[in-house]
Every structure is written in structure tokens, then in C-alpha cells.
């Protein structure tokens, strides 16, 4: 018989475990142990659960680089104590977190299930049962002693997907996460079916974790109509160190000289601009079109088809960890945790 699995299940809040307030009728994130009460189910489970409750659980709105430096603490602490993790969260910046812990677990060898729901548990209609069910059975699933899906992920709605690949597009239906460049590493129905070959192989390297982000990063997303004073405001902000540039199709902008020069300008003086397209699929290929060559020229890094969610918080764990230009560079470039295609 195989061993009985242990899973560490850590609260930080969002809708799953949320209540209406008597008198203004908003959500609000409520007690861990009001949301372990609506599902009996999990003590039906042969996974030995712990759990670990944040004292103020949170919206994910209200989310921040301190609470990922907590987590990845909490997943360290307790990592050689059980088989794998799960992560309730809100769906608003699941993503976020998913990509950020992506790439501070380094050498990952369990895996580490976020989930929540569109519905609080108490609600009749919940989703939040069923996504925290099978997080848990994901997160405990081992064979030959070792485990499935030993890497960072999101489970919602019957799919389980790499957590640096995932968006939330919908912010009604149940199925709420997509994958756009990435297939999907799992599909729930009356079994788990298992996408191995998408799945990150076991590493080499024992696990460490890297806690230092660094959060002077920026975003210019493009419009036609864009005015100078806005770009110039966005790439010269005081303290900024990167920006994420959000640009047309596959990574295209406006040509007008006196932009491309002044990206130029900033990059030649440290700050660092990477290129990522506003369409939901696909990837930036800079210099398919004259549009994109300028970007090219400056010294623009186009990130292909990494999610923005990724890139943000990529930069972020960069800037604090590779003092070496030309090795963060190399690094935005490469495939980290598979957030970016490497083909
Ligand atoms: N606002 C909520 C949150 O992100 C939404 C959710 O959990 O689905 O915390």
C-alpha cells in the first residue's frame, strides 16, 4: 500500500472562504476554519492535511511581494515535512502569485497547487468545493514515490495549469483561467488525466528558495493617440528600473523618432524595457515588421509569448537577484520555471 500523503494546505483568503457583511452586502475574507467546516469531505480524504491560516486573510487585490517572500517561507519551512502544497487564494491575482513563486522555489521537486473560486464555499452553488478537493488530490498524487506534477500551478475549474502560464480572463464564469501559449497540465473528470509531457521533469538540484524582489518596475501599455508627456512620465519615473511595454500583435508600436530615441536614451542609461503584446495569444517578434524594428535597435528585450503576469514579477525577482546586466538580460530571455517558450 502507498504511504499516506501529507499536504499543506495554507490559507491567504479571497472568495473561497469569503462572507457577504451584514450590512453593506460586499464579500470579506473570513475565518480559515469557517471554510474547513463546509467541507466535511476533505476528512473523507486518506491525505494527512495540515494547514496553515494566515491571521488576517486578504483580498488578493490587496496582494504583495512581502506575502510571496511569507509563502515561499511557509513552503520552505515545511517542505521536507509533507509531500506537497496547497494555495487557497483569491482569482484576482493568482496569476501573480503563481509566477512569482514560479521563480523564488528554486528547483521545486512537489508541487504547489493554488486554487479558490468564483463563489464562497458557504454558498450553495460554490465552486470552491470542488477546486479545493482536487487541488488536494493533485498535490498528494505520487507514483513510483515520486510526484506528478512537481512545479508551481493553478487549479480551477476542472483544468490545472502552469502557474506562469495562467491569466484570469473571466471574472464570472467558473472557468475563469487560461493558458494561452501553454497547454494545460491536467483535465479533472471522473479521473485526473495527466498531460505528462507538458509536466516539468524532477530536478537535478536539491530545492533553495530565493526571497529577495525587487518592485521598481513599471508599465507602458500603448494606445494609438498615446501622448509624449505620458510615455516620457512612464519612462522617466524617479527610482524605475524596468518596464513591462505592452504593444500591438506581435509587438509592434508607433515609429515616431523622438520615442524610439528616447528609449534608446533610458535604456542607454540602465533601464531596462522589455516588450510583451496586448494580444491574449501569440508572441512578440520584433522585427517581423518595421513597426517593431526600432524597439529592436534600442535594445527593447521581446519576451515572446510570456503572460504579463509572468513578466512583471520575472523582472521583479531579476532586478534583486542578478546584479550582472548582461546575465539578467540572458536570464529574462531564458526559461527559468518554463514561462517562457524556449523554441
Ligand atoms: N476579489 C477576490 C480575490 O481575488 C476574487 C476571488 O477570490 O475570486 O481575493
Redesign the pocket.
Known sequence: MSPQRKVLVIYT????GMVMHPESGALIPFDFEHLVEQVPEIKRFNVDIRTYAFEHPI???DMQPGIWVQLATIIEQAYHQVDGFVVLH????MAFTASALSYMLVNLAKPVVLT???LPIGTIRTDGKENLITAIEIASTYEDGKPVVPEVCVYFEYKLFRGNRTLKFNSEHFNAFYSPNYSILAEAGVTIDYHRTFIRPLPADSFRVMKDLDNRVGVLKLFPGISKEMISAVLNAPGLRAVVMETFGSGNGPTGHWFIELLAQRIAEGLIVVNITQCIKGEVVQGRYSTSEGFKKAGVIGLKDMTFEAAVTKLMFLLANYPNKAALKQALETSLAGEISMN
Open positions: 483568503g479571497g472568495t473561497i483580498d488578493s487585490s483569491g482569482s484576482d491575482t479558490g473560486s468564483q
